[in-house]
Protein backbone atom coordinates (compact mmCIF):
# COMPACT_ATOMS: atom_id res chain seq x y z
CA UNK A 1 0.00 0.00 0.00
CA UNK A 2 2.67 2.55 1.28
CA UNK A 3 4.73 1.87 -2.04
CA UNK A 4 1.57 2.27 -4.37
CA UNK A 5 1.30 5.45 -2.46
CA UNK A 6 4.88 6.56 -2.96
CA UNK A 7 4.81 5.52 -6.81
CA UNK A 8 1.24 7.92 -7.22
CA UNK A 9 3.39 10.46 -5.41
CA UNK A 10 6.25 9.82 -7.92
CA UNK A 11 4.22 9.94 -10.45
CA UNK A 12 2.45 12.97 -9.32
CA UNK A 13 5.45 14.91 -9.13
CA UNK A 14 6.71 13.81 -12.95
CA UNK A 15 3.45 15.41 -13.97
CA UNK A 16 3.65 18.43 -11.84
CA UNK A 17 7.11 19.55 -12.34
CA UNK A 18 6.63 20.63 -15.95
CA UNK A 19 3.69 22.31 -15.33
CA UNK A 20 4.97 24.68 -12.30
CA UNK A 21 8.72 25.12 -15.17
CA UNK A 22 6.27 26.07 -17.55
CA UNK A 23 4.72 29.10 -15.34
CA UNK A 24 8.17 30.14 -14.39
CA UNK A 25 9.03 30.63 -17.87
CA UNK A 26 6.12 32.49 -18.74
CA UNK A 27 6.49 34.50 -16.20
CA UNK A 28 10.27 34.86 -17.10
CA UNK A 29 9.63 35.70 -20.60
CA UNK A 30 6.70 38.42 -19.78
CA UNK A 31 9.78 39.93 -17.45
CA UNK A 32 12.05 40.51 -19.91
CA UNK A 33 9.41 41.76 -22.15
CA UNK A 34 8.84 44.35 -20.06
CA UNK A 35 12.56 45.42 -18.78
CA UNK A 36 13.55 45.30 -22.92
CA UNK A 37 10.08 47.30 -23.41
CA UNK A 38 11.24 49.71 -20.47
CA UNK A 39 14.94 50.03 -21.93
CA UNK A 40 12.71 51.37 -25.39
CA UNK A 41 13.80 48.44 -27.53
CA UNK A 42 12.33 46.59 -30.02
CA UNK A 43 11.17 43.32 -29.27
CA UNK A 44 6.98 42.86 -29.03
CA UNK A 45 7.05 39.64 -26.56
CA UNK A 46 9.94 37.39 -25.76
CA UNK A 47 9.12 33.81 -27.06
CA UNK A 48 12.05 32.36 -25.45
CA UNK A 49 14.57 32.16 -22.91
CA UNK A 50 18.40 30.88 -22.39
CA UNK A 51 19.14 31.33 -18.28
CA UNK A 52 22.78 32.01 -18.61
CA UNK A 53 23.56 32.70 -14.70
CA UNK A 54 22.05 34.18 -12.14
CA UNK A 55 20.04 37.97 -13.21
CA UNK A 56 21.65 37.16 -16.81
CA UNK A 57 19.65 36.10 -19.51
CA UNK A 58 19.25 35.39 -23.80
CA UNK A 59 15.69 36.32 -25.22
CA UNK A 60 14.66 35.28 -28.20
CA UNK A 61 11.56 38.31 -29.37
CA UNK A 62 8.99 37.69 -31.80
CA UNK A 63 9.89 39.74 -34.50
CA UNK A 64 13.47 38.58 -34.30
CA UNK A 65 15.40 40.50 -32.41
CA UNK A 66 18.20 38.68 -29.79
CA UNK A 67 19.22 40.06 -26.53
CA UNK A 68 21.22 39.54 -23.93
CA UNK A 69 19.65 40.86 -20.66
CA UNK A 70 21.92 41.07 -17.55
CA UNK A 71 22.44 42.73 -14.40
CA UNK A 72 25.68 44.49 -14.55
CA UNK A 73 27.72 44.61 -11.42
CA UNK A 74 26.54 47.97 -10.07
CA UNK A 75 23.27 46.38 -10.26
CA UNK A 76 22.17 47.82 -13.64
CA UNK A 77 19.94 46.53 -15.96
CA UNK A 78 21.70 46.17 -19.46
CA UNK A 79 19.71 45.14 -22.66
CA UNK A 80 22.59 44.36 -25.31
CA UNK A 81 21.35 43.55 -28.84
CA UNK A 82 22.99 40.51 -30.22
CA UNK B 1 -9.60 -0.46 -8.53
CA UNK B 2 -10.94 2.13 -6.09
CA UNK B 3 -6.67 2.86 -5.17
CA UNK B 4 -6.46 3.45 -9.16
CA UNK B 5 -9.33 6.00 -8.68
CA UNK B 6 -7.77 7.47 -5.85
CA UNK B 7 -4.59 7.88 -7.24
CA UNK B 8 -6.36 10.06 -10.34
CA UNK B 9 -8.28 12.14 -8.38
CA UNK B 10 -5.49 13.08 -6.11
CA UNK B 11 -3.74 13.70 -9.61
CA UNK B 12 -6.23 16.20 -10.98
CA UNK B 13 -6.45 17.78 -7.69
CA UNK B 14 -2.78 18.08 -7.40
CA UNK B 15 -2.96 19.52 -11.22
CA UNK B 16 -5.93 21.67 -10.42
CA UNK B 17 -4.46 23.79 -7.47
CA UNK B 18 -1.29 24.36 -10.06
CA UNK B 19 -2.79 27.18 -12.36
CA UNK B 20 -1.41 30.03 -12.94
CA UNK B 21 -2.00 32.70 -10.37
CA UNK B 22 -4.61 34.61 -10.91
CA UNK B 23 -4.35 38.76 -10.97
CA UNK B 24 -4.83 40.64 -7.48
CA UNK B 25 -8.16 41.72 -8.30
CA UNK B 26 -8.71 44.31 -6.09
CA UNK B 27 -11.61 46.92 -5.77
CA UNK B 28 -11.00 49.83 -8.54
CA UNK B 29 -10.03 52.95 -6.92
CA UNK B 30 -11.86 55.02 -4.42
CA UNK B 31 -9.92 57.88 -3.66
CA UNK B 32 -11.09 59.52 -7.23
CA UNK B 33 -14.72 58.54 -6.05
CA UNK B 34 -15.32 61.53 -3.66
CA UNK B 35 -13.92 64.32 -6.09
CA UNK B 36 -15.96 63.49 -8.71
CA UNK B 37 -19.34 63.13 -6.33
CA UNK B 38 -18.62 66.57 -4.65
CA UNK B 39 -18.84 68.90 -7.42
CA UNK B 40 -22.28 68.28 -8.43
CA UNK B 41 -23.78 69.20 -5.23
CA UNK B 42 -21.35 72.84 -5.21
CA UNK B 43 -23.91 74.19 -7.64
CA UNK B 44 -27.14 73.17 -6.69
CA UNK B 45 -29.13 75.90 -4.28
CA UNK B 46 -28.24 76.97 -0.31
CA UNK B 47 -28.49 74.65 2.21
CA UNK B 48 -25.39 76.08 3.76
CA UNK B 49 -24.91 73.56 6.47
CA UNK B 50 -24.71 70.74 4.29
CA UNK B 51 -23.14 72.38 1.42
CA UNK B 52 -20.09 73.80 2.73
CA UNK B 53 -18.26 70.76 3.74
CA UNK B 54 -18.98 68.85 0.40
CA UNK B 55 -17.30 71.86 -1.18
CA UNK B 56 -14.48 72.39 1.04
CA UNK B 57 -14.12 68.10 0.46
CA UNK B 58 -13.34 68.70 -3.20
CA UNK B 59 -11.15 71.38 -3.39
CA UNK B 60 -8.47 70.46 -0.81
CA UNK B 61 -9.02 67.30 -2.49
CA UNK B 62 -6.56 68.35 -4.89
CA UNK B 63 -4.24 70.60 -2.65
CA UNK B 64 -4.04 67.18 -0.02
CA UNK B 65 -1.09 65.32 -1.93
CA UNK B 66 1.24 68.31 -0.23
CA UNK B 67 -0.90 68.58 2.71
CA UNK B 68 0.56 65.54 4.52
CA UNK B 69 3.82 65.37 3.72
CA UNK B 70 5.89 67.67 6.02
CA UNK B 71 4.77 70.75 7.61
CA UNK B 72 2.46 72.70 4.74
CA UNK B 73 -0.77 73.99 6.31
CA UNK B 74 0.32 77.78 5.25
CA UNK B 75 0.17 76.60 1.76
CA UNK B 76 -3.50 74.73 2.12
CA UNK B 77 -5.28 77.01 4.03
CA UNK B 78 -3.65 79.65 1.87
CA UNK B 79 -5.31 77.67 -1.42
CA UNK B 80 -8.95 76.75 0.40
CA UNK B 81 -9.87 80.04 1.36
CA UNK B 82 -8.91 81.63 -1.85
CA UNK B 83 -11.39 79.22 -4.25
CA UNK B 84 -14.65 79.81 -1.74
CA UNK B 85 -13.62 83.47 -2.23
CA UNK B 86 -14.00 83.25 -5.79
CA UNK B 87 -16.75 80.61 -5.84
CA UNK B 88 -19.22 82.75 -3.00
CA UNK B 89 -17.85 85.79 -1.03
CA UNK B 90 -20.66 85.13 1.45
CA UNK B 91 -19.63 82.32 3.57
CA UNK B 92 -16.33 83.22 5.90
CA UNK B 93 -17.46 81.04 8.71
CA UNK B 94 -17.60 78.29 6.30
CA UNK B 95 -13.74 78.45 5.42
CA UNK B 96 -13.14 77.15 9.33
CA UNK B 97 -15.30 74.04 9.37
CA UNK B 98 -13.76 73.22 5.66
CA UNK B 99 -9.89 73.46 8.15
CA UNK B 100 -11.71 71.44 10.37
CA UNK B 101 -12.96 68.85 8.15
CA UNK B 102 -9.90 68.45 6.00
CA UNK B 103 -7.32 66.43 7.97
CA UNK B 104 -9.69 63.38 8.07
CA UNK B 105 -10.77 63.42 4.46
CA UNK B 106 -6.52 63.67 3.98
CA UNK B 107 -5.86 61.26 5.81
CA UNK B 108 -8.59 58.74 5.06
CA UNK B 109 -7.26 59.14 0.82
CA UNK B 110 -4.45 56.26 0.28
CA UNK B 111 -1.61 58.39 -0.66
CA UNK B 112 2.55 57.15 -0.39
CA UNK B 113 5.80 58.19 0.03
CA UNK B 114 8.64 57.79 -2.02
CA UNK B 115 9.67 55.39 0.61
CA UNK B 116 6.13 53.67 1.22
CA UNK B 117 6.05 53.70 -2.82
CA UNK B 118 9.43 51.54 -2.89
CA UNK B 119 8.05 49.35 -0.41
CA UNK B 120 5.04 48.69 -1.46
CA UNK B 121 6.66 47.88 -5.51
CA UNK B 122 9.58 45.76 -3.66
CA UNK B 123 6.45 43.90 -1.95
CA UNK B 124 4.58 43.46 -4.95
CA UNK B 125 4.19 40.15 -7.44
CA UNK B 126 2.69 42.13 -10.61
CA UNK B 127 6.22 43.26 -11.42
CA UNK B 128 9.20 40.47 -12.36
CA UNK B 129 12.58 40.74 -10.82
CA UNK B 130 14.40 42.27 -13.51
CA UNK B 131 11.83 44.68 -14.01
CA UNK B 132 11.93 45.72 -10.68
CA UNK B 133 15.55 46.21 -11.14
CA UNK B 134 15.49 48.29 -14.64
CA UNK B 135 12.54 50.70 -12.86
CA UNK B 136 15.02 51.19 -9.58
CA UNK B 137 17.96 52.18 -12.14
CA UNK B 138 15.23 54.44 -13.83
CA UNK B 139 14.24 56.09 -10.63
CA UNK B 140 18.10 56.26 -9.97
CA UNK B 141 18.33 58.19 -13.06
CA UNK B 142 15.70 60.45 -12.48
CA UNK B 143 16.29 61.01 -9.19
CA UNK B 144 20.20 61.89 -10.66
CA UNK B 145 18.71 64.34 -12.99
CA UNK B 146 16.78 66.35 -10.13
CA UNK B 147 20.22 66.60 -8.25
CA UNK B 148 22.18 67.59 -11.31
CA UNK B 149 19.18 70.36 -11.66
CA UNK B 150 19.61 71.58 -7.80
CA UNK B 151 23.12 71.85 -8.48
CA UNK B 152 22.33 74.37 -10.80
CA UNK B 153 23.19 72.81 -14.33
CA UNK B 154 20.61 74.15 -16.49
CA UNK B 155 20.12 71.12 -18.68
CA UNK B 156 17.66 69.57 -17.05
CA UNK B 157 14.70 71.82 -16.65
CA UNK B 158 12.48 71.48 -14.64
CA UNK B 159 9.61 71.04 -17.08
CA UNK B 160 12.43 67.90 -18.37
CA UNK B 161 12.12 66.82 -15.11
CA UNK B 162 8.27 66.64 -15.20
CA UNK B 163 8.12 64.92 -18.48
CA UNK B 164 10.53 62.38 -17.29
CA UNK B 165 8.65 61.82 -14.09
CA UNK B 166 5.21 61.70 -15.80
CA UNK B 167 6.72 58.88 -18.16
CA UNK B 168 8.28 56.47 -15.72
CA UNK B 169 5.25 56.91 -13.47
CA UNK B 170 3.13 55.71 -16.65
CA UNK B 171 5.57 53.34 -17.08
CA UNK B 172 5.33 51.87 -13.34
CA UNK B 173 1.28 52.34 -13.94
CA UNK B 174 1.21 50.18 -17.45
CA UNK B 175 3.06 47.63 -15.41
CA UNK B 176 0.91 47.34 -11.76
CA UNK B 177 -3.04 48.13 -13.73
CA UNK B 178 -3.64 45.16 -14.67
CA UNK B 179 -2.19 42.79 -11.75
CA UNK B 180 -2.15 45.00 -8.59
CA UNK B 181 -5.02 47.52 -9.00
CA UNK B 182 -5.08 49.21 -5.92
CA UNK B 183 -1.05 49.58 -5.47
CA UNK B 184 -1.85 51.38 -9.39
CA UNK B 185 -4.65 53.80 -7.54
CA UNK B 186 -2.60 54.30 -4.82
CA UNK B 187 0.49 55.80 -6.78
CA UNK B 188 -2.07 57.54 -8.89
CA UNK B 189 -3.48 59.06 -6.10
CA UNK B 190 0.20 60.01 -4.41
CA UNK B 191 1.63 60.99 -7.76
CA UNK B 192 1.53 64.65 -7.41
CA UNK B 193 2.53 64.64 -3.29
CA UNK B 194 5.52 62.67 -4.82
CA UNK B 195 6.13 65.28 -7.26
CA UNK B 196 5.80 67.80 -4.86
CA UNK B 197 8.56 66.08 -2.69
CA UNK B 198 10.50 65.74 -5.79
CA UNK B 199 9.68 69.19 -7.11
CA UNK B 200 10.89 71.36 -3.80
CA UNK B 201 14.86 71.63 -3.01
CA UNK B 202 14.27 71.73 0.14
CA UNK B 203 12.06 68.68 0.79
CA UNK B 204 14.62 67.06 -2.06
CA UNK B 205 17.08 67.49 -0.27
CA UNK B 206 15.80 65.80 2.84
CA UNK B 207 14.86 63.16 0.89
CA UNK B 208 18.45 62.73 0.30
CA UNK B 209 19.70 62.81 3.25
Known amino acids: MTKRLAYSLLVMACLATPIVAQQDEAALKKDLTAVIALQGKPCGEVVSVTVLKQNDYGATCKDGNKYHVYENAQGRVIVDKQ | MRRYSAVIVLMVLSIGCMHDKKPETQPPPVATTPETATPQPAKSAPATGTKTPSTAKAKPAAT ?85 HYAGNATPTMTELRRSYDLLMMKVLSLLQDHDQQLASDILSSRERIWGLLADPTKFAALQA
Request: hydrophobic fraction near 40%.
Open chain 2, 64 to 148: SPAKPAAGQPAKATASSPAKPATASAKKPAPTATAKTTTPPKAAAAPTLDLDGLEARLKQTKAIGLMTKLSLKNQVDDLLGKFRK
